[in-house]
């Protein structure tokens, strides 16, 4: 079965709820810089998926790809810290990166499906 569209994709739906997890995570941080970058790489991660669905070629959607990567390693750097400054448990931080882990791993299988080589 072909994916029509990206709502589609798995790693987009597992994106999209990860953001819903960060921003309620975080949403009475007074931090505001840390809470905006954590919020905004997290939602990075679900519309570069949807933007490289959309974009013209393999090669497009893969280089998007990967960019959706780079932001859930962010955001697993930012849980790593939100961890040590106290804003979030170590428990909470866990459970967060293993949601994120799962998008990247989801990423990279779609990445590796996409690029044979």
């Known amino acids: 079965m072909k994916i029509k569209k990206f709502e589609d ?5 597992k994106a999209q709820d990860l953001v819903v997890d960060i921003y309620l995570e975080f949403k009475i941080l007074k931090d505001y810089g840390f809470k905006d970058q ?3 790489a997290s939602v ?9 669905f959309d974009r013209s070629s393999l090669a497009d ?9 780079g932001s859930c390693s962010e955001v697993k ?22 949601k994120v882990t799962e998008v990247s791993m989801i990423i990279t299988g779609l990445i590796k499906s996409i690029n044979p080589n």
């Open 61 to 69: 959607f893969s280089r998007f790809l990967y960019m959706a990567l």
């Open 38 to 40: 954590v919020c905004r």
């Open 77 to 98: 750097s930012m849980l790593y810290l939100a961890e040590r400054l106290k804003y979030i448990d170590v428990k909470k931080r866990n459970l967060l990166i293993d």
């Open 9 to 13: 994709i798995i790693a987009w739906q």
């Open 44 to 52: 990075s991660i679900s519309n570069n998926i949807a933007e490289g």
